[in-house]
């Protein structure tokens, strides 16, 4: 841009307000973002910086003369009565203990009394009431002027068009933020992509193009929701209402009139209070339904509000707190692939070095070649990238205008870049495979850190760097290889000291003790999660029985008995058990395909050679009366037990002791009652184990749960 070639003040500032106004009209007028806003804010903020050196240079119609947004031409104008003003913002914690140091000298007091909330990520909008009918809804425009959007508003379910309550003022004002929810914005997107529209950007996009419709039935099809924060106007006429004397107190009475506001609010006492409000929400942050973009301090008391009243634009009372901009613009430098475990190929970007969400950030997940086709994506590319919590940092889009004059479309990789071999997709499916299976190194790598992960055979110490080695200077093809492997041997990769080989030979041979249904989680099927491998686990008892299985004719057995079910429900008659419950098609071939394969068969035959071992038990599935088998008691050891679980174990969490008492037949209940037939107690058991004492249930420990799973007797 030609911003940077110039070092004339004059022409600096002209060249970021023409950026500015260009990006402002794409953004308010057209709905089509050019640029992330943490690249708008630092143009902003250059040219403050200019203007601030230069205030000569300052133009009446400047971009950082307006509090933002421009009203679009073709809704009708609102004057606001009272200004829609912005809020001054901090980036750190400096900035919050300097603003509360100006407002208790402002205040002349030795500690204030703040309301605290959530920092939106939608459109300010105004409702003014009169008599407690809505009557009119605008947005927020320049401060000034708005536009008219009061059929638009009435379509959002959550606003009431009239107010709760008797005796409503004569008018008010009531402002907040319209905003769209994560779940229905990726589901619009959806709708788009399906009926080939425009997709929208993001929440607070989607928000503002749906709002700002000149046909109303357009935002009744997308669902928007507002939370209050705020008070215009106000005219108590002769109802007798007298506004409450504080932030926090409005929008309590906001909520019994039945407006919306937001939960997440605190009120709090100096400083210290604001910081941990802020670094709570901070790491609620991802979880939150919708987008916030910081937290809000007010000064609680309206009085002491009026005697800060306002500096330029912005209130002295009110400060916005800012998190990390989870939204950056940067350039892909290049696109490799990645393989997993079953083979997937993942485009990744590369990417320059950019500071979002917190962390500087070089990759980017392009998840698969229909993404990147759909978004366009190539090497040179401008993009923008968002990391929001911690969910891995994936490429939003191109910012087209941009492009490199000699850019190429991408194209995956076909052959793997790791083995060699061809990468096929299959029909219907998302995702490109490398074909090498366990031929090709990034996938054995990727089977053996799943084979030794916590959930699977648990083998601590076994990570990425170790395995690396091991599957580079071919030490281990299969997993059974793992439990050949000895001190020398592990001592002698990079990095490892004689204890940490020593501790890793032990884990090793510790992790041969497992349950049958870690053993299959550890397998790596597809579509084999720990679930799946739990009902198989408990349905098939015995490893024999699954490798015998004939597929085919289990589903059949399952349709029909489907069948059957809807026969006696509707005679009125009782259910039967239908076997793999839970248990679809999908997953029904993948164990078919898996276990087909001849090497696979080897490769579990090896781990039993090896000596892997877990208690068996005859499970449901295959005995001839498994249909007559009440539902859930298998015939393991534990056939038949109900155990309760309380308090911590010494060895096992609480979701390993159910799976290792369900694989072999047992059942857990969440309470304790006489049908109970053992209480397995840990470290402070509370309440559950008192119970087990007064109705003479037997305690028992982690241990003798243990000895009865192995030695197959209860005692
Ligand atoms: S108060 C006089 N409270 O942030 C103070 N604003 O830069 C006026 N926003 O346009 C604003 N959440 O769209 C306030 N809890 C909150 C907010 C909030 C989001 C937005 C609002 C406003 C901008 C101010």
Redesign the pocket.
């Known amino acids: 841009m030609s911003r940077a070639a110039t070092t004339d003040p004059g022409l600096q500032a002209e060249a970021l307000r023409d950026e500015l106004v260009r990006l402002d009209h794409a953004y308010h007028t057209l709905d089509d973002p050019l640029a992330s806003d943490a690249e708008y804010d630092a143009l902003f903020r250059e040219l403050q910086a200019v203007e601030q050196a230069h205030p000569d240079l300052q133009t009446p119609d400047s971009p950082t003369q307006r509090v933002?947004g421009i009203p679009r031409s073709d809704l009708p104008t609102v004057q606001h009565e009272v200004p829609?003003?912005?809020?001054g913002n901090a980036f750190d914690d400096a900035g919050i203990v300097a603003f509360d140091r100006r407002v208790r000298e402002g205040l002349g007091v030795a500690s204030v009394r703040y309301a605290a909330?959530?920092?939106?990520d939608?459109?300010?909008v105004t409702l003014r009431y009169e008599n407690g009918l809505l009557v009119r809804a605008a947005t927020?425009g320049d401060g000034s002027v708005g536009e008219d959007v009061t059929p638009n508003a009435r379509t959002i379910a959550t606003l009431p068009l009239r107010l709760e309550g008797a005796h409503p003022p004569a008018l008010i004002d009531v402002r907040g933020?319209v905003l769209m929810f994560h779940a229905d914005f990726d589901a619009i997107n959806q709708r788009q992509r399906a009926a080939d529209a425009r997709e929208f950007v993001n929440p607070r996009n989607a928000a503002a193009g749906s709002l700002r419709q000149l046909d109303a039935r357009i935002t009744a099809s997308r669902p928007l929701h507002f939370f209050a924060?705020?008070i215009g106007a106000f005219d108590a006429g002769t109802s007798g209402v007298a506004l409450p004397e504080t932030h926090s107190g409005l929008l309590d009475w906001y909520r019994k009139l039945g407006i919306p506001v937001n939960d997440e609010r605190a009120v709090m006492e100096g400083c210290e209070g604001l910081l941990d409000f802020y670094r709570r929400i901070g790491t609620q942050r991802a979880g939150l339904p919708y987008d916030i973009d910081g937290v809000?301090y007010k000064v609680d008391a309206f009085e002491a509000q009026r005697r800060l009243g306002f500096v330029a634009r912005a209130?002295r009372f009110?400060i916005?707190h800012k998190f990390p901009a989870e939204e950056a613009t940067t350039v892909i430098e290049q696109i490799d692939v990645q393989v997993g475990r079953t083979g997937a190929i993942t485009p990744v970007a590369r990417l320059a070095p950019v500071f979002v969400g917190g962390v500087t950030v070089t990759n980017a997940t392009l998840h698969n070649e229909d993404e990147i086709r759909r978004k366009d994506v190539r090497v040179g590319d401008t993009v923008i990238v968002r990391r929001a919590g911690d969910v891995i940092p994936e490429v939003l889009r191109v910012l087209i205008d941009k492009r490199p004059a000699e850019s190429v479309e991408y194209r995956l990789p076909t052959a793997c870049p790791v083995c060699g071999s061809a990468v096929v997709r299959e029909e219907g499916e998302a995702v490109a495979r490398c074909s090498g299976g366990l031929v090709c190194a990034a996938q054995r790598k990727q089977a053996l850190l799943h084979f030794a992960q916590r959930r699977a055979l648990d083998i601590e110490g076994l990570g990425d760097k170790v395995v690396d080695q091991l599957v580079v200077r071919d030490l281990v093809r299969q997993p059974a290889d793992l439990f050949a492997l000895d001190r020398e041997t592990v001592a002698g990769l990079d990095r490892m000291a004689d204890k940490s080989a020593a501790n890793l030979v032990d884990a090793i041979e510790k992790a041969k003790r497992t349950t049958f249904a870690r053993f299959l989680f550890a397998l790596g099927i597809r579509h084999v999660g720990e679930e799946v491998a739990r009902v198989l686990a408990r349905e098939f008892g015995r490893l024999d029985a699954l490798l015998a299985a004939d597929w085919p004719a289990l589903m059949e057995r399952k349709r029909t008995l489907q069948k059957e079910n809807v026969g006696r429900r509707t005679r009125g008659e009782a259910q039967r058990p239908i076997p793999l419950e839970g248990i679809g098609d999908e997953i029904v071939q993948a164990l078919a395909q898996f276990m087909a394969e001849p090497h696979n068969r080897d490769a579990i035959g090896r781990m039993r050679e090896v000596g892997i071992v877990w208690p068996e038990a005859d499970g449901t599935i295959l005995r001839v009366d498994a249909v007559d088998t009440p539902q859930g008691a298998s015939a393991g050891p534990l056939s038949g037990k109900t155990f309760v679980l309380t308090g911590s174990l010494p060895d096992l969490t609480r979701d390993e002791a159910k799976a290792r008492i369900e694989a072999t037949g047992g059942k857990v209940s969440a309470s304790v009652s006489r049908k109970t037939d053992f209480v397995v107690a840990g470290a402070e058991a509370g309440s559950k184990a008192e119970k087990a004492v007064e109705l003479g249930v037997p305690l028992i420990d982690q241990e003798a749960l243990l000895r009865m799973i192995e030695s197959g007797r209860i005692k």
Do not use: I, T
Request: glycine letters at 16%.
């Open positions: 933002g829609m003003l912005s809020l909330e959530l920092k939106f939608g459109l300010a927020r933020e924060y705020g809000v209130p009110a916005a």
